[in-house]
């Protein structure tokens, strides 16, 4: 399974930005896919997930109100809506196909990643 990422890109704080990430290779739509991200020194972190029924895990509270999850089984992508974003939202933003059909907040239970596509939040 390759997943591509896109949509990243430096905007403004209060901006908006919407990311994607289509997957290739075979199919996941039995699989949970999840978002996390990663800022320079800091750990990776969940920021979204959705089941393979379309259930989305709870978010965080760094995101939560601000963020939300979306997949498109026939497509083979799952999206992330990004509102209101903050400098603290700048990372890497990375994502993963589960082992499961669910999408677990530890990012140990991701089989696949992409390679991440970058946003940058000026104040």
């Known amino acids: 399974v390759q997943l591509q990422a896109s949509g990243g890109g430096w905007v403004q704080a209060g901006g908006s930005l919407r990311l994607s990430c289509a997957a290739s290779g075979r199919t996941v739509s039995n699989n949970g896919m999840g978002w996390f991200r990663q800022a320079p020194g800091k750990e990776r972190e969940f920021v979204a997930g959705?089941?393979?029924?379309?259930?989305?895990?709870p978010y965080p509270d760094s995101v939560k109100g601000r963020f939300t999850v979306s997949r498109d089984r026939a497509k083979n992508t799952v999206y992330l809506e990004m509102i209101n974003l903050k400098p603290e939202d700048t990372a890497v933003y990375y994502c993963a196909v589960s082992l499961t059909p669910y999408a677990p907040t530890d990012y140990s239970r991701y089989k696949y990643w992409g390679q991440g596509t970058l946003v940058t939040v000026s104040s």
């Open positions: 959705m089941s393979w029924g379309g259930a989305s895990t």
